[in-house]
């Protein structure tokens, strides 16, 4: 199996290597080649940052209709995810258009960014396979993406959001599987078994 780690300079792709390597991955490629993402089995779409930096750099490497005509499984991890959605409020962007969802910025109410472990829940797709309702992830996010028919993991941070979403080969995860312990690596594992 080979997997592809998107590299356009948004994220810190380091810790996914880590966690690849923990999960004894033989194969996988950091590359912003688009035939190289093209051929993989697998693409992780890591992410951190501003959304209309990020989008603008995807555009640049001629990545952005690379990524949507993706028919293998991909999944969006933190800002990944995001991008995946129609228009984010940071930046006043539009996005990949993947899914039919805003990007909000948490209400002033709550502290931001969110920062740290939270759990969780409503957890609806194969890539949360043997784990429990109510786990703990580690996030770090200001923006947040609604509830929708495409949500299939919910956390509660001064509102219930979209903590996971699916649409057929596309999952986005908006916590950090990497960085999540045992589960999280559980988490990545599943998607790789996909």
């Known amino acids: 199996m080979e997997v592809a780690i998107v590299d356009y300079g948004a994220g810190n792709v380091q810790s996914v290597q880590f966690a690849l390597d ?21 693409v992780i ?4 940052g ?17 990524l949507k005509g993706l028919t293998q499984p991909i999944l969006g991890i933190c800002l990944g995810m995001q991008l995946f959605c129609s ?33 969780i829940g409503k957890l609806d797709s194969p890539l949360f396979k043997d784990i429990p309702e109510n786990a703990y992830m580690y996030l770090v996010h200001s923006y947040y993406v609604a509830l929708a028919a ?14 996971a979403i ?10 950090h599987p990497e960085k999540s312990g045992p589960q999280g690596q559980q ?6 078994n996909l």
Do not use: C, H
């Open 50 to 66: 501003a959304a209309a930096a990020a989008l603008e750099k995807l555009d640049q490497l001629e990545l952005t209709e690379v």
């Open 150 to 163: 495409e949500t299939v993991a919910t956390a509660t941070y001064g509102l219930e959001y979209s903590v």
């Open 87 to 119: 228009f984010s409020e940071e930046g006043n962007t539009p996005g990949l258009g993947v899914f039919p969802m805003k990007v909000q910025r948490f209400p002033q109410r709550v502290k931001q960014p969110q920062m740290g472990w939270n759990t």
């Open 187 to 192: 988490i990545l594992s599943n998607f790789l």
């Open 45 to 48: 779409f890591p992410g951190q």
């Open 166 to 175: 699916q649409k057929d080969n596309f999952f986005g995860v908006q916590f």
């Open 22 to 42: 923990r999960l004894g991955v033989q194969k996988y490629t950091l590359t912003q080649d688009p035939d190289q993402i093209r051929k993989a089995d697998k």
